[in-house]
């Protein structure tokens, strides 16, 4: 199985600064690589495919770089809604993993 | 517009079995691979199973193999996970998501709500 492991686990920041995330994978998944936000009792919601592509209706202060084991999700200007807990996702093989997960709190 | 509304989770017995719907709406699942992910109280997500758009080709964590069954109605568009022999650690909340398209291939672009399975004696 592909690990992935993200971080750091969590951090805290301000409204208006910027943060990367990091995200690494045990074997080369190429672009294959998503992001999603979850906040408290919700579903998580998607971000970001193919480790850069921003799906519909998501900010553009929210961007992924990376390919094959290294990845890294930035938000630019952050805002109150920002704070969540960010999870990676590999969809380069079955069985389909997450990162731990990165809680992102306000300081 | 897509809608996923899971259900049939609740209050379970070690060594019983549950069936979890997701009805969708606004796509046909025949269009696209769905997936199980669930999500053990205060820790983080866990794919536990994945069906092809085609429908004939499913995929369990190791986790679960063997107790899970995913399958679905084409008819009334209704995604399925069949759980056999409840353990604790299968309380969880479990959410169906669908796949996405071309680059997004094996990425989750809508989630349900998530239906609640509590296994306890």
């Known amino acids: 199985d592909i690990q992935m492991t993200q971080s750091p686990s969590s951090l805290s920041a301000s409204v208006g600064d910027r943060v990367t995330i990091t995200c690494r994978a045990s074997h080369d998944i190429n672009f294959r690589l998503a992001w999603y936000q979850q906040k408290p009792e919700k579903a998580p919601k998607a971000l970001i495919y193919a480790a850069s592509s921003l799906q519909g209706g998501v900010p553009s202060r929210f961007s992924g770089s990376g390919s094959g084991t290294d990845f890294t999700l930035t938000i630019s200007g952050l805002q109150p809604e920002d704070f969540a807990t960010y999870y990676c996702q590999q969809y380069d093989n079955y069985p389909r993993t997450f990162g731990q997960g990165t809680k992102l709190e306000i300081k | 517009e897509v809608q996923m509304v899971e259900s049939g989770g609740g209050l379970a017995q070690p060594g019983g079995s549950l069936r979890l719907s997701c009805a969708v709406s606004g796509f046909t699942l025949r269009t696209y691979a769905m997936s199980w992910v669930r999500q053990a109280p205060g820790k983080g997500l866990e794919w536990v199973s994945g069906?092809?758009?085609?429908?004939?080709?499913?995929f369990y964590a190791d986790s679960v193999k063997g107790r899970l069954t995913i399958s679905r109605d084409d008819f009334t568009n209704t995604l399925y996970l069949q759980i056999y022999s409840l353990r604790a650690d299968d309380t969880a909340v479990y959410y169906c998501a669908k796949g996405g398209g071309s680059a997004g291939l094996g990425s989750f672009d809508y989630w349900g709500q998530g239906t609640r399975v509590s296994v306890s004696s």
């Open positions: 069906l092809s758009a085609s429908g004939d080709a499913t």
